[in-house]
């Protein structure tokens, strides 16, 4: 495999700066959620280009393509496919950054990467495309919307079907990291990332004139009481050894101060890696509330929205690509990773295809820039590396 592995890596090299102009137009041109559109037809005709036919999807906000290898080799009916793919959708914030490709749209941003996520992949689909003669096998090619937002678009793919002719069996994605060293990639088996749900409680008490004790219920009084007794349950009754989050991050109670307010709202997140504890400690949650707020003689109403699930990585599929990296970048260039506390859409698939969902390093030394912040960059030599490594663990999964 090593004169393929030099062949895609040359490729990468040819192909850099046009995938570097593919991820600033993208990068200038941000979309939001469910509103891709624009982005899905320059992905469209992008791949139009490099004569890769393809298909619109989710009210033309996704792009779903397939690559035929032409190899000989794979029994009929025993035909491999591997699905890749990037998110397109960018979020509310407006950009810090003072760069040439600086965003042309007000208060949206490519803060979370997803502008290097589809330029590295249509690069991808451009070389496995030069490449179809010498591998057998499928490459399914998903340009997905709506990462950022719920209920996500991997969601809405797997419910409206488009993903399941060729059947999938193996789906790969990446996310950039701007915590680790350009040039090198992150990998954890298992579970890797954790469910997301989001936390809405409306606390009642009694409206009421501050200085008359005995005419109101003060809910604030309830919701604080609350907020102390989640906080105490999510350290205390987690399962061991599975990180847990229960987090509340706005309250609002509209009183003064001289007014008790009639109601107190709370929004918070909930995060886990085990999800039959997840489903219990919804209904602790809802429990907590009602019998804090009804020993008080208020009320609470619970609304708990079910985000993302934990994402989950194949082991054995984690350690193929794992060892196919290695012989790219080097073993120091392929890091196991930790626990992750934050959420991807990426894990729907994972409950539905064995999944591998990794880290591509785009750390510029000495500049802070964090993903979801308005300073959020990359080192654009990362955009030679995700395509060369996302090509050659597809090609050499394919051929094994």
Known sequence: MEDIQQKIVHLASQFLQDTIKIRRYIHQHPDLSGHEQPTADYVFQTLENYGIKSYKALNNNAIIALI?????????GQTKTIALRADMDALPIKENNDVVYKSLIDN?????????HTASLLTVARILNLL?????????????????QFPGGAFELLQC???????????????VSPEIKTGAIGLKSGIYMASTDEIYLTIYGKAGHAALEDTFINPLLIAAE????????????????????????????????????????????FRTFDEAWRTNAHKQIENIA????????????????????????????????????????????????????????FAYYSHHFPSVFYRVGTKIDGIDCNLHTPNFNINENALQIAPAVMSYMAFRWLNE
């Open 161 to 175: 079907g488009v993903l399941e002719n060729p059947k999938i069996d193996l789906m790969l994605g990446c996310h």
């Open 290 to 345: 009602n019998r804090i707020a009804t020993a008080r003689n208020g009320n609470a109403i619970t609304n708990i929205k079910k985000g993302y699930p934990v994402l989950i990585n194949d082991e054995n599929s984690t350690l193929k690509m794992q060892k196919i990296a290695q012989e790219m970048l080097g073993k120091e260039n392929v890091l196991t990773l930790k626990h992750r506390m934050t959420a991807e859409d």
């Open 68 to 76: 035929e290898g032409q190899k000989e080799g794979q029994k009929e």
């Open 132 to 148: 179809k003669n010498e591998f057998s096998g499928n490459v399914r090619l998903i340009f997905q919307p709506s990462e950022e």
């Open 226 to 269: 609350i907020l102390l007794e989640l906080e105490h349950f999510c350290r205390n009754y987690a399962p061991q050894n599975v990180p847990s989050v229960l987090t509340f991050g706005q309250i609002e109670g509209k009183g003064a101060t001289n007014i008790v307010p009639q109601k107190v709202d709370l929004a918070g997140t």
């Open 108 to 116: 949206v941003m490519h803060a979370c990467g997803h502008d290097v």
